[in-house]
């Protein structure tokens, strides 16, 4: 039947268990009258935060609702308790209740895990609609997990298509973010071509260049996150803008986190680390030298001399010469050093690499309009 299907809201909550937790057996009793008419499966009430740790991995609750001072262990102890008890990736909406009307109780629940918060004296309506919307929450989570461990298991089968669908959809989000401020949208193309010919160079293997290749076009994946009065701001930066412009590295490493492809994990590492310098002044980790990744290294060449040569609204271009030479003088402090002498050797290579890049765009463009109009 549709209401007892798992995979349907209604048919989930009917199964659902919620564990109320008050040293106060009258608030509990209040809390199961309020819940029980919301058709869940089980409304489980304890006066004890020790005993509720105890038997939590056999309770398995969908929500939590409870009190925050309690004798033995209060709240704050509870939500911290119970936080190193869940398995990785999983969420377990809290919601507190407490007479404790001071911001600091309310701050230091929610920065221990707590997802809502309410004050006593309780309206039912708002515990009914604050347990649901939790609920909800918890539902939608559990048919994501579920869904990926499907994805899992037809990786085997569809393992390059799938691969293939989501690096399309990356590269779009980093065209995106690259249209903002360059109006060609190649920049991270450029970038592509230029840091695989300089892995080449250096004799990496062909396959960790064809990868560097692949994966260093969504190096500023991040900057879709960015607002565009920083982005495209012409003239010097404030400290706090420069800040925000910052974080484009680890928005892009969190984009592209979690994922077992190779090529993913490639583009994670250069996202985050291609802001480096080899003296160890760049961000967002102050890595020096060797310790900053090859990959990140080789990308960070490719992204000056491509930001150099090419108009952005806050800058002209540059002549190739122009942009050699100050690369050449960022050699030892900004740039590795033997990452720039390859970007001198694939100098006489560049408008042979972008005219590539032009007709690979340009490939691109008539395939995916094919697509659409078919």
Partial sequence: ???????????????????????????????????????????????????????????????????????????????????????????????????????????????????????????????????????????????????????????????????????????????????????????????????????????????????????????DIGKIGIPDAVLLKVGRLEPEERAIIETHTTIGADLLSGSSSPLLQLAEEIALSHHERWDGTGYPRRLTGADIPIAGRIVAVADVFDALTHERPYKPAWTVREALAEIETCAGNQLDPFVVEAMLRVAPEVRVLEAEVIAASKVRRKTHNHVSAG
């Fill in 1 to 219: 039947m549709q209401a007892s299907d798992p995979d349907t809201l209604s048919g989930w909550l009917s199964s659902a268990r919620v564990l109320i937790i008050d040293d106060e057996p009258a608030n509990v009793t209040f809390l199961r009258h309020v819940l029980e008419t919301e058709g869940y499966g089980e409304l489980i009430g304890m006066s004890d935060c020790v005993e509720a740790l105890q038997r939590f991995q056999a309770l398995d609750p969908d929500v939590i609702v409870t009190d925050l001072w309690m004798p033995r262990m209060d709240g704050f102890e509870f939500l911290t308790r119970v936080h190193e008890l869940m398995p990785a990736g999983t969420y377990l909406p809290i919601l507190v209740t407490t007479g404790d009307r001071t911001p600091e109780a309310r701050r230091r629940a929610l920065s221990l895990g707590a997802r809502d918060f309410l004050t006593k004296p309780l309206s039912p309506s708002e515990v009914r609609l604050r347990v649901r919307n939790l609920m909800e929450t918890r539902f939608l989570h559990q048919q994501m997990k579920r869904h990926n461990l499907l994805l899992e298991q037809r990786v085997s089968e569809r393992t390059l298509e799938l691969e293939e669908a989501r690096l399309e959809i990356l590269y779009r989000l980093a065209r995106a973010a690259e249209l903002r401020d360059d109006q060609t949208g190649q920049h991270t193309m450029r970038v592509g071509r230029f840091a695989g010919r300089m892995a080449e160079v250096m004799l990496l293997s062909p396959e960790e260049a064809q990868l560097i290749g692949r994966a260093a076009p969504l190096h």
